[in-house]
């Protein structure tokens, strides 16, 4: 029976020590303390069809926030057409504002003798391109302030081009009478002010000051370029090593990779990418906010970092933890790599995010409540839904990141059992054990002993 107690005994050492050193991951909802008034937002996202020169970051939220073309810590990377970064578009920069030349007489008393600009249409466009080799090209919409500053320094160009006995036709076009030839010509904003050589539009776009003289001295840049390749290219037909611009159109892809973070006040709010300049109106029909969101957080950034920023002390930290937290608890971007495709114009996705803050506590020290130690972080984790919203014709679509702050908060903690818990069911086991076998032991002996005669 000795033998038999040791061994019971021995059993429920060993199953109790297993369970005393093993813990269970708990998780329980708390009112969340957290008193910063500002939590950071970081994104990455890739517009597939906008240029760099028209996406305008804006913040607004309930507390009357309202900041329109954010800069600071955002940056811009003009793409290809594999959606490679091609060209950095600034760092912190601002849209700078282009300068508009003031004239006395009106756009009726320039036309007194004439219009140098000549008025484009369906039917003429292409024969057009076709008498000029060189053509520069006003693709307007008359109802906006930009276009209607532009007018008379149009038509003051087209006659100064006429005195001078430039060879560039001056041409322009109405695009809210024609929308279909901007549409096809792939107009984006109004003006757009594009160069033509031999019936081909060459890219980039005219985006300088809107005066006479810049436009003027852009023309003849351009013609002097096309001189140099005519008196090389006859003077060397088989180099090709030392060839000079020709002042040909470069790959344009109207791809931009906005990044960065904003520190965002902690209320319910929204950050949206809109279609925007301060020199443009842009064509609502031509807006196409089709994106992916390459990484959406909120929170000090804890995921796909530059490589020197992994091996800080407080992401080794955060790497310790996270090792041990479950699958379903780390819904930290939930939108990365996702896109967004629009398929029709005047649509755009709106995203609406639930923020909710979690308490990682994975502390060596059993049942402890304490998040300041070193294997404790606070981190958020994100509800999201998208859907399509339509716009009308004349309102310019925007992608929208709608956020809301949870007030309540997750505590995600390991959970073991006390000491003292363990000692008193050793106890239990030592004394049940021997208790449990005393009784055993006395009903055998009363059942087997041996009967007086």
């Known amino acids: 029976m000795s033998i038999a107690a040791i061994a019971v005994m021995g059993i429920l050492f060993l199953s109790e020590s297993i369970a005393f050193a093993r813990t269970a991951m708990t998780t329980a909802i708390a009112l969340d303390e957290n008193d910063q008034p500002q939590i950071r937002l970081n994104f990455n996202i890739t517009l597939m069809d906008l240029h760099c020169d028209f996406v305008s970051v804006d913040v607004w939220d309930t507390l009357g926030t309202n900041r329109q073309n954010v800069t600071k810590n ?28 003031e004239h006395e007489e009106t756009l009726e008393e320039l036309h007194e003798d004439g219009e140098q600009a000549v008025e484009l249409n369906p039917d003429n466009f292409a024969n057009f391109l076709k008498q000029h080799e060189m053509a520069f090209i ?27 006995g ?11 009478t024609y929308p279909q030839l901007c549409k096809d010509q792939k107009v984006m904003a109004f ?10 539009m060459i890219l980039p776009d005219y985006k300088m000051d809107r005066t006479v003289d810049a436009l003027v001295g852009y023309a003849k840049r351009k013609l002097e370029m096309e001189q140099k ?8 037909p088989n180099d090709t090593r030392t060839r000079p611009n020709a002042g040909n159109s470069r790959p344009e892809h109207p791809g931009c990779q906005v990044s960065g973070h904003l520190m965002v006040n902690r209320v319910p709010g929204n950050f949206h990418i809109e279609a925007k300049s301060v020199n443009h109106n ?13 990484h959406l957080s909120f929170g000090e950034p804890i995921t796909k970092l530059a ?58 020290s059993r049942g402890a409540e304490s998040f300041n130690d070193v294997n ?53 086991i030592i004394g049940g054990t021997f208790t449990t076998l005393g009784l055993i032991d006395a009903t055998l002996y009363k059942v087997f002993k041996p009967k007086k005669l």
């Open 229 to 236: 390749y005519k008196d090389w290219e006859s003077n060397n």
């Open 376 to 428: 404790s972080i606070t981190v958020y984790q994100m509800l999201e839904q998208s859907q399509i919203v339509f716009y009308d014709e004349v309102n310019v679509p925007e992608a929208r990141f709608s956020y809301d702050m949870s007030p309540m908060s997750v505590v995600v903690q390991k959970e073991g059992r006390k000491w003292y818990d363990y000692l008193t069911s050793l106890c239990a």
């Open 307 to 364: 490589p020197h920023m992994e091996k800080t002390p407080f992401m080794k930290k955060v790497k310790r933890v996270l090792k041990q937290v479950p699958e379903e608890h780390k819904q930290f971007n939930p939108m990365d790599d996702k896109v967004y495709t629009t398929t029709k114009f005047h649509q755009a996705f709106h995203h609406y995010i639930k923020v909710v803050s979690t308490h990682l506590n994975m502390g060596s």
């Open 138 to 164: 006003d693709m307007y919409a008359p109802c906006t302030i930009w276009c209607q500053r532009l007018h008379p320094t149009w038509e003051k160009f087209g006659e100064e081009v006429h005195k001078l």
């Open 74 to 101: 955002i940056e811009k990377w003009q793409l290809d057409e594999d959606g490679q970064r091609r060209i950095f578009s600034g760092r912190n920069r601002e849209q700078r504002e282009v300068v508009h030349e």
């Open 282 to 294: 842009l064509n609502a029909a031509m807006t196409n906010l089709t994106h992916r969101v390459n």
């Open 191 to 200: 003006p757009t002010l594009r160069w033509y050589k031999a019936g081909e």
């Open 166 to 176: 430039m060879p560039v036709g001056v041409g322009k076009v109405n695009c809210v």
